[in-house]
């Protein structure tokens, strides 16, 4: 009896432990409709935690353009302040009659101030400056974001062709697999006829053994490719995708596109080199900034409150200032030659990174037409291949010969279809390398 309630407590304690994990699997529900991999390019440039954590460093520099701004606010203080104090006659520098010459105890004197002050600044071109600068820091931010949610885009687009190229890996081996034990079936067949021999049905048998053994492999990739397209979206792991296309179901079509405009197109749209353009803007616009700080500004300030130790009496201070700067010691001289060498090396690394965006968009173009070509030759190579069996899968049958010839043949198509699927994921790849050297891979369909 008491090791009955134990076990029952214990398959109690073990199902409470499990419960939020099962409620958790509950709220991952599948997602809304089957993904396509524009859908996954996306997901991803919107959901993956480098994208996000980007625009978070995009909302840091919006808002230090708030407090650049602030310089050219007003700013409103107020305070209330009751105090006490006494003081030392000989400290005044002067005799007082009365007063002991070595000094004496004046007070305590106790007061009670409450004051309200406001200070505006109307004219500081170095602020001016400032605030224009923080707003190109800003956008170079914000294009630097674009391009972070670029390239989780290809990512996650990257992550759905190894999940559509592990389906079409398994299809492949699930087939062979199909023709594997086929084989077995004719040759146990042959065996039984007398026509056969028993080395037929071993070799049959064994490359059954192997072609499971990679039936086994190509199972686990595929569920690691899902966890891997999971990630590059953003999704809880334990969500569920399915994929709106198969690796065969995409597009495989000559593309004649101009080299000449895809770069000038990259130039234009690429959210990296639109980053450089701005950060060499901000450089610039802070070059400005410190040198309007030279010139003049103008300010007022007034406040007004009450003071009185018995009677509160309504004291005010007012001033307009003009500030002059005049000589600082050469430290604005040596800020401006500082931006101006960082102003430099963004303008070099900006070329540079124009050249690498055409190299990138010329590689691309090269890659997608190479992959083109060995889609045709891998498709073709399949074809035969696939006649090869047949052909020998009849010679088996009518005696003519083992099955030595359909082992061979099986093999051929077995290296026939992963490459194949290899040529069709790398031709697709190559598509997504191309939008991305363009700067548009999350326009992809």
Request: charged residues 25%; contains cysteine; aromatic residues 4%.
């Amino acid at each position: 009896m008491i090791l009955r309630s134990s076990l029952l407590s214990l398959i109690y304690l073990c199902a409470s432990a499990a419960l939020p994990a099962v409620r958790a699997a509950a709220q991952d529900s599948v997602l809304a409709r089957p993904l396509t991999l524009g859908d996954a390019a996306r997901l991803g440039a919107r959901q993956s935690a480098a994208a996000i954590e980007a625009r978070a460093r995009t909302d840091q520099a919006n808002a230090r353009i708030t407090q650049s701004r602030s310089d050219l606010l007003p700013s409103v203080s107020g305070y209330v302040q009751e105090a006490g104090r006494t003081y030392n006659s000989a400290t005044f520098g002067v005799d007082f009659p009365g007063f002991d010459p070595s000094g004496s105890i004046i007070g305590p004197v106790n007061i009670f101030d409450t004051r309200g002050r406001i200070s505006e600044t109307f004219l500081d071109f170095g602020a001016i400056q400032r605030l224009r600068g923080a707003k190109s820091t800003a956008r170079a931010f914000g294009a630097t974001a674009a391009n972070e949610a670029e390239i989780s885009a290809q990512v996650a687009a990257n992550a759905y062709l190894r999940a559509q190229r592990a389906d079409a890996q398994l299809s492949a081996r699930l087939a062979d697999s199909v023709l594997a034990d086929s084989l077995v079936g004719i040759a146990n067949e042959e065996l039984k006829a007398g026509v056969g021999v028993g080395l037929d049905v071993t070799r049959a048998q064994s490359q059954l053994a192997t072609v499971r053994a990679q039936l086994i492999g190509a199972r686990n990739e595929r569920d690691r490719a899902q966890l891997d397209l999971l990630r590059a979206l953003g999704e809880p792991l334990t969500a569920r995708v399915t994929l709106a296309d198969s690796l065969n179901g995409l597009s495989v079509h000559d593309t004649t596109v101009d080299e000449a405009a895809a770069i000038d197109i990259a130039m234009h749209s690429r959210p990296d080199l639109r980053a450089a353009d701005e950060q060499l803007r901000a450089v610039e616009q802070q070059v400005t900034a410190i040198r309007a700080e030279r010139l003049p500004s103008l300010s007022a300030y007034g406040d007004y409150g009450w003071v009185g130790k018995n009677r509160l009496l309504g004291t005010y201070d007012w001033g307009v200032q003009v500030s002059v700067p005049i000589f600082d010691g050469l430290r604005r001289e040596g800020r401006i030659e500082e931006q101006k060498a960082v102003a430099n090396e963004i303008d070099v690394r900006r070329k540079d990174l124009r050249q690498q965006a055409a190299i990138e968009v010329r590689g691309a173009l090269l890659d997608l037409a190479s992959a083109r070509e060995q889609v045709d030759a891998a498709r073709e190579a399949l074809r035969l291949t696939q006649q090869e069996v047949e052909q020998a899968k009849e010679r088996f049958r009518a005696g003519v010969s083992g099955n030595a010839d359909v082992i061979t043949a099986s093999l051929s198509l077995n290296s026939a279809r992963t490459q194949a699927v290899d040529a069709l994921s790398s031709y697709q790849g190559s598509k997504v390398a191309l939008a991305r050297a363009v700067g548009s891979v999350t326009a992809l369909p």
